[in-house]
C-alpha cells in the first residue's frame, strides 16, 4: 500500500508511475514494467524508476489522469503490484464530447505509443490545441491491460461516450 504523490511537471501526460525505490526493489520492479494500481477503481500504467528522495516515504508519483483513473486523490492509499500487458492488437476509443475526426488514428497512436491502457481508462489527446478526452471501450486481446505499439490498430467511435465505464 502506498500514498499517492503527485508526478513530477516532465512525467505528466505519459501514462508513467514513479514508485519507492526500496518498494519497487521488494516488488521486483524494473523500468518499463507494468503496474496495477488498486484505488477505489483500478487502472494500470508504466513503472519507471523512483528517484532516490522518495527513498522510505513508501509513495507512487502519478499524475492527475492516472489519479482519476484509479479513482483516488494526492495522499490517498492505492495498492499496486506487477503485472503482464499483452502487445494491444485494436484499442477501441469513444471521445467524450461530440467529434469528427477523420484519419486522427495514426496521429492518435503516435501519442499514445509504449502507453498502457485498460478498458474504461480516459486518455486525453491535444487535437489542435484542445484538450480532448476519450475512454478505452474496447481492447483487443481481451485481457486486463495493453500496451500500444506502432501495430495496434487505433479505431475511434463515432458515438460520444455514455458515461464513464468504470475499471
Do not use: C
Amino acid at each position: 500500500t502506498l500514498k499517492v504523490a503527485e508526478a513530477y511537471p516532465s512525467d505528466a501526460g505519459r501514462g508513467i508511475v514513479r514508485i519507492d525505490p526500496q518498494v519497487a526493489r521488494e516488488l521486483g520492479l524494473t523500468s518499463g514494467d507494468v503496474v496495477e494500481i488498486v484505488g477505489k477503481k483500478r487502472t494500470f500504467a508504466i513503472y519507471w524508476h523512483g528517484r532516490p528522495e522518495d527513498s522510505g516515504k513508501e509513495v507512487i508519483r502519478m499524475d492527475k489522469q492516472t489519479r482519476e483513473n484509479a479513482g483516488v486523490g494526492l495522499d490517498d492509499k492505492v495498492t499496486v503490484k506487477k503485472v503482464e500487458a499483452k502487445i494491444a492488437e485494436k484499442v477501441t476509443l469513444a471521445p467524450t464530447q461530440p467529434l469528427r475526426i477523420f484519419g486522427g488514428e495514426s496521429y492518435i497512436l503516435q501519442l499514445l505509443e509504449g502507453r498502457v491502457v485498460a478498458r474504461g481508462d480516459i486518455v486525453t489527446i491535444n487535437i489542435m490545441r484542445n484538450k480532448v478526452d476519450f475512454v478505452v471501450t474496447g481492447i483487443s486481446p481481451p485481457v486486463e491491460a495493453v500496451i500500444i505499439t506502432p501495430e495496434t490498430n487505433i479505431v475511434i467511435s463515432e458515438e460520444v461516450a455514455k458515461g464513464i465505464p468504470s475499471g
